[in-house]
């Protein structure tokens, strides 16, 4: 992980701000929806991820997202565009 992803990381610990947490959900629904696996072996689906989440979820989904948006993997432009999108309303939060 490079500097700034761990910049990010420690910036969005315990955040509160509702975009920010309105994207991780919007994300999470995106990739439920497009069936997309970042992760070998999720805990819990995307689903119920978005279901539950939390404040202290968000450094787990700003990871998710970094992986998204850096994945070549991953091709559903919508999906890499939500991703961009929770990653910069971190940053500017």
């Given amino acids: 992980m490079d ?3 761990e910049e990010l990381l420690e910036k969005c610990e315990n955040i509160e701000d509702s975009s920010v947490m ?4 919007a994300m999470l629904e995106m990739m439920a929806k497009s069936n997309e696996t970042v992760e ?3 805990n819990e689906t995307y689903l119920q991820m978005a279901e539950t989440l939390t ?3 968000v450094p787990k989904v700003l990871e998710l997202a970094l992986k998204i948006r850096e ?3 991953i091709t559903d432009p919508d999906l890499k565009i939500a991703a961009s999108k929770l ?3 971190i940053e500017m939060s």
Avoid: N
């Fill in 40 to 42: 070998d072996k999720p």
């Fill in 87 to 89: 990653i910069r309303a």
């Fill in 55 to 57: 404040p202290q979820d």
């Fill in 71 to 73: 994945s070549g993997d």
């Fill in 3 to 5: 500097k700034k992803a």
């Fill in 22 to 25: 309105g994207s991780c959900k």
